[in-house]
Nanobody, 124 residues
């Protein structure tokens, strides 16, 4: 199993930046994909970005392309989500998720392990 802990959320003004981190522990020697999801009040959880095991393949939701960057440091067992140009509609609880294997799932139900979430609030 993999345990995930997110950090780095907070309150930021429109146009600002935040960097979220996702620290993994447990059985991290197996290959696993990482995904960042977010959920705003009254809305479904949506995929923001995902990254494969090697870090060379990344995919983004259209709403964050060009503003967010997902990355990972395998040696540190940590994933990151750099968020620039933040907008009020980016306000949500952000979760990182992991799933063993070389694929990159796109739906929440395909991820077996989840962090507790970190709140991101963008004020206008």
């Amino acid at each position: 199993q993999v345990q995930l802990v997110e950090s780095g959320g907070g309150l930021v003004q429109v146009g600002g930046s935040l960097r979220l981190s996702c620290a993994a522990s447990g059985r991290t020697s197996r290959a696993y994909a990482l995904g960042w999801f977010r959920q705003a009040p009254g809305k479904e959880r949506e995929l923001v970005a995902r990254i494969g095991w090697t870090g060379t393949t990344t995919l983004y939701a259209d709403s964050v392309k060009g503003r967010f960057t997902i990355s990972r440091d395998i040696a540190k067992n940590t994933g990151y989500l750099q968020m620039n140009g933040l907008k009020p509609e980016d306000t949500a609880v952000y979760y990182c998720a992991a799933n063993y294997g070389l694929g990159m799932p796109s739906v929440p139900s395909d991820y077996a392990y989840w962090g507790q979430g970190t709140q991101v609030t963008v004020s206008s």
